[in-house]
């Protein structure tokens, strides 16, 4: 079945570092990629998304690129905050004659310290 | 404002006292689906809908049903709560139109005792 891999947390970084989290997937055909945030206490929100092999997403400073090839949507962003502090989950969507699912990583937690 | 609600928030319940959480779209989507989050395990999908009348399970759908009566409701409903089901909840919509991007409600922190 599909799954969603993303590197474990918590990512600790100063102010202004670069930031790189891993998220790597297997699925059948062709899923949309995500990215989502979550802040303290709320819901998730979109932060990108790429529908197809070699799509960059990006929105706030973050980009990530659709790989095919090596299976990889990993998120960037060149000088993080202490705003960016959150929980970021890599995730797919797919399509087959079972449906419409959507799988998520297990979230990476980031800290930003001033 | 285009939003996703959930009621209720908060909620503290015993084992197999029946309930209900509800959620609701105004965007007119057509696919809503809700998750559970546990620590460690990210976001697992319960059960989705593609449209009115039109549901399927997700991950792990033991001990849950749903309903997709209207297109803006699509509520939870815990039959026989028990511990192991203590989680928070999310309920999300999404569209075709919108290249299949979740809205995601507030989320509903549900503890069994």
């Known amino acids: 079945g599909n799954s969603v891999t993303q590197m474990e947390g918590p990512v600790t970084l100063s102010e202004e570092a670069f930031l790189t989290i891993n998220c790597t997937y297997t699925a059948t055909g062709y899923p949309s990629l995500f990215w989502y945030v979550q802040y303290p206490g709320e819901g998730l929100q979109l932060l990108l998304k790429?529908?197809?092999?070699?799509d960059k997403g990006s929105n706030k400073g973050f980009e990530a690129t659709y790989r095919k090839e090596t299976t990889s949507f990993h998120l960037e962003k060149g000088s993080v905050q202490v705003s960016d502090s959150a929980v970021y989950f890599c995730a797919l969507t797919s399509w087959s004659a079972g449906g419409f699912k959507t799988i998520f990583g297990a979230g990476t937690r980031l800290f930003v310290k001033a | 404002e285009a939003q996703v609600t959930q009621n209720p928030r908060y909620l503290i319940t015993v084992t197999g006292k029946k309930l209900t959480v509800t959620c609701s779209q105004n965007m007119n989507h057509e696919y809503m689906s809700w998750y559970r989050q546990d620590p460690g395990l990210g976001l697992r999908q319960i059960y989705y809908?593609?449209?009115?009348?039109?549901?399927d399970k997700g991950d792990v759908p033991e001990g849950y049903k749903v309903s997709r009566k209207e297109k803006r409701n699509f509520p939870l409903i815990l039959e026989s709560p028990s511990p192991n089901q203590t989680s928070l909840y999310f309920c999300a919509s999404s569209s075709r139109q919108g290249g299949y991007e979740q809205y995601f409600g507030p989320g509903t922190r549900l503890t069994v005792t």
């Open positions: 809908s593609m449209n009115v009348e039109v549901t």
């Open positions: 790429a529908t197809k092999a070699d």
